[in-house]
């Protein structure tokens, strides 16, 4: 009888397979609760028969129940080697050693960490070394490579300035922003952009296809409340794309054309009549603050048109953050430097010296605005600079590596003409609302990470840099 029911293994019962027990015991037990022991035992063996368990572990289980009283069960004990708990002296030396190096950029060993334990008077081997940093969840890689400046004092204080202005536009459970939010930066893609992931042979070398030919790229994306609703909408910002060879000039006195010159007319005369230098190393280097600034007022006044008042977030660069008028520098004139502190209404004294004066424009340059600041504020949009080093807070940069990708994946690709195209295809067909409304939820929650432990943060002993070229295939 029951010879077609499956036995189980010896495994220790989980708390749901016991409830399963007692819910088919009382089934079967009906409202003869005051059965004699004869009939519990035919009970019990039919329980057993049935999920294939053993008659006393039936009894076991049911008398544990009815013990307690209280619908659970006593904790199964396991019988394993008990856990590894690591001394707390040498937890905090290997996590003080760790995270200090990390700060300084200085590289870790397993033979280095054996060595700094032994001045401090333990002895461990290597085997036993890795077992406490695994315990102490510590993993040899790469990690994740940030700037020596990125916890800078001043640094962090200029984040927190700028997740005020952040989270203030934000509103509701949903984090709906009031005032629609752009995004905007520059980036680059070379002729022969390739994924840093491929199948290699154990301890095969992988050479760097090294710099060459490359397009620059600009571009915005916008987040806003879509009608009444609360749903967000992500889109890219309307004629906002800008792709171009840094190598183009205009056509020469004696009128003769480049190649694909036809296919490549789209550009910007600004663009293409800017007095700089083609860098195929950096491509900050392929911008200046007269070809962002014509960008910028086109995008600024197509916002508006469209979206009305927006806040727009963009990176610390250079050519973001010119000024409207020269501020004094170290090679400034004395008279000159006076004369600036004059016209701005700054007071001082006489007998200060050079470096005094300039330590005071220092203290006072904030009074003289940024270029795209006063452009945007023309169209009434508010303009906020990310932190340095900080292209997490940055949705678009999970953008670009959408769109790259589709470069690495689809080549190799004969000229950069190639690229143009693959890269314009990839925003029309692969950068949809989702995508964009997914990195910017990622980049918000970088934010609400930053904002939950800043008055702990730990603080390097750094100068700050108010400009921030560090964005270099940067993924959030």
């Not at 300035?161 to 905007?184: C, I, S, T, W």
């Not at 680059?188 to 490359?214: D, F, M």
């Not at 006195?253 to 010159?261: D, E, M, P, V, Y």
């Amino acid at each position: 009888m029951y010879s077609h029911f499956l036995k189980r293994n010896g495994a220790p019962l989980t708390d749901n397979e016991k409830s399963m027990i007692i819910n088919i015991h009382n089934y079967l037990l009906g409202d003869s609760s005051t059965s004699n022991d004869h009939h519990k035992l035919t009970l019990r063996k039919h329980i057993a028969e049935i999920l294939g368990v053993a008659e006393g572990t039936v009894g076991s289980v049911v008398s544990d129940w009815y013990n307690r009283s209280d619908d659970t069960f006593t904790p199964h004990k396991v019988l394993r080697r008990p856990k590894f708990q690591p001394d707390e002296n040498v937890s905090e030396l290997l996590r003080t050693k760790i995270l200090d190096a990390n700060k300084k950029a200085e590289q870790l060993s397993t033979v280095i960490l054996r060595q700094y334990l032994l001045e401090q008077g333990y002895n461990f081997s290597k085997w036993k070394l890795l077992r406490v940093l695994h315990r102490l969840d510590y993993y040899f890689g790469q990690g994740e490579y940030r700037n020596i400046l990125h916890e800078s004092p001043n640094n962090i204080a200029y984040r927190c300035h700028y997740l005020r202005f952040r989270f203030a536009n934000l509103e509701g459970k949903n984090d709906v922003p009031r005032h629609p939010e752009v995004f905007l930066d520059e980036s680059y893609c070379h002729l022969h952009h390739t994924s840093r992931n491929t199948w290699v042979p154990h301890q095969g070398v992988v050479l760097a296809p090294g710099h060459g030919p490359l397009v620059v790229i600009f571009g915005a994306i916008i987040v806003f409340r879509n009608g009444s609703s609360n749903k967000l909408h992500g889109e890219l910002v309307l004629n906002s794309i800008h792709i171009w060879d840094p190598t183009i000039k205009p056509p020469g006195s004696r009128g003769q054309k480049r190649n694909n010159a036809d296919e490549w007319d789209n550009i910007s005369d600004v663009v293409k009549d800017a007095n700089i230098m083609p860098n195929q190393v950096d491509y900050h280097g392929n911008f200046n603050a007269e070809i962002f600034e014509d960008l910028f007022s086109t995008l600024c006044k197509a916002l508006y048109e469209k979206y009305g008042s927006v806040n727009i977030h963009m990176d610390g660069a250079s050519y973001h953050k010119w000024r409207v008028e020269n501020i004094p520098t170290s090679n400034t004139k004395k008279q000159e430097i006076i004369d600036w502190l004059n016209a701005h209404n700054i007071v001082f004294s006489d007998e200060l010296r050079r470096p005094e004066l300039l330590e005071l424009v220092q203290m006072n340059k904030e009074k003289v605005t940024f270029a795209c600041v006063k452009i945007a504020k023309q169209y009434e949009h508010e303009v906020s600079f990310t932190p340095p080093y900080h292209c997490e807070l940055q949705p678009i940069e999970g953008i670009w590596s959408v769109v790259k990708g589709e470069v690495a994946h689809s080549g190799p690709h004969p000229n950069l003409l190639s690229v143009r195209n693959t890269l314009l295809n990839a925003f029309k067909k692969k950068i949809t609302s989702q995508v964009i409304i997914g990195f910017w939820r990622r980049a918000l929650k970088n934010a609400k990470e930053y904002l939950e432990f800043d008055d702990n943060a730990q603080l390097m002993d750094e100068d700050f840099d108010e400009y921030d070229n560090s964005d270099e295939d940067c993924i959030i």
